[in-house]
T-cell receptor
C-alpha cells in the first residue's frame, strides 16, 4: 500500500534556529500533500496544502514566513520551521493524497524547542 | 467552512463490548467521511471510510453508518479488544474538488479494559 515516510521522528533544537522536516511518498507520486500540527490530546489542525511545483496554500492564522513549505518533486514536501521558539514545540504530521480524497499519513515529527 | 463535532471525548468499555462514536458535520457538500485510529506518538491510520452514496459500510468488527439528511455518521466497533484502545478521529472532506482537504473531529479516547 501507499506509504508516507516522515523524517526526523524527533528533533530538539535551540530557540532561534530553523528545523526542516521531510515528508516523502515512497511508492507513489503525490501532487498534493498536507501539513498538520497536533497539540497534546488535541485534534489535527491543518496548517497548509502543499502542491508540487507551486506555492503552498496556508490556512488562516498560519504564518507562511514562519512555516516554509516546499514541494519541489512529486515525492517530497518539506516543512521548515524558521527561527523556532518554544511555542512552536508540537507534533507535526504530513499526509499525501493517494486519490479520491484518500489520505495516507506519515508517522509524525515531534519538535521540541528549548 | 466545514465544522465537525465528535462525541464522546472519552469512552471506556469492557473487552468484548461494543463501542460507538458519533460525528456531525455542517457542510452538505461533503462527500467523503473517513475514520482514523491514532496510537500514542504515531500518525493517524485510516481504518474505514464511507462516501455519500452509501449508507453503511462494514469491515470485520468495524462498521460506519452515514445519514446525509441529518449530517451525521458513526463508527461502530464490535467485540472490542484491548488493542483497540487508541484515539479515534472522524473527518469530513471539503466537498467538490478539495483533493483530500479534511476537517477532523476533536477525537475520542477509547479505552478497552481486559
Amino acid at each position: 500500500g501507499a506509504v508516507v515516510s516522515q523524517h526526523p521522528s524527533r528533533v530538539i533544537c535551540k530557540s532561534g534556529t530553523s528545523v526542516k522536516i521531510e515528508c516523502r511518498s515512497l511508492d507513489f507520486q503525490a501532487t498534493t500533500m498536507f501539513w498538520y500540527r497536533q497539540f497534546p490530546k488535541k485534534s489535527l489542525m491543518l496548517m497548509a496544502t502543499s502542491n508540487e511545483g507551486s506555492k503552498a496554500t496556508y490556512e488562516q492564522g498560519v504564518e507562511k514566513d514562519k512555516f516554509l513549505i516546499n514541494h519541489a518533486s512529486l515525492t517530497l514536501s518539506t516543512l521548515t520551521v524558521t527561527s523556532a521558539h518554544p511555542e512552536d514545540s508540537s507534533f507535526y504530521i504530513c499526509s499525501a493524497s493517494v486519490g479520491a480524497n484518500v489520505l495516507t499519513f506519515g508517522a509524525g515529527s515531534r519538535l521540541t524547542v528549548l | 467552512g466545514e465544522n465537525v463535532e465528535q462525541h464522546p471525548s472519552t469512552l471506556s468499555v469492557q473487552e468484548g463490548d461494543s463501542a460507538v462514536i458519533k460525528c456531525t458535520y455542517s457542510d452538505s457538500a461533503s462527500n467523503y467521511f473517513p475514520w482514523y485510529k491514532q496510537e500514542l506518538g504515531k500518525g493517524p491510520q485510516l481504518i474505514i471510510d464511507i462516501r455519500s452514496n452509501v449508507g453503511e459500510k462494514k469491515d470485520q468488527r468495524i462498521a460506519v453508518t452515514l445519514n446525509k439528511t441529518a449530517k451525521h455518521f458513526s463508527l461502530h466497533i464490535t467485540e472490542t479488544q484491548p488493542e483497540d484502545s487508541a484515539v479515534y478521529f472522524c473527518a469530513a472532506d471539503a466537498g467538490g474538488t478539495s483533493y483530500g482537504k479534511l476537517t477532523f473531529g476533536q477525537g475520542t479516547i477509547l479505552t478497552v479494559h481486559p
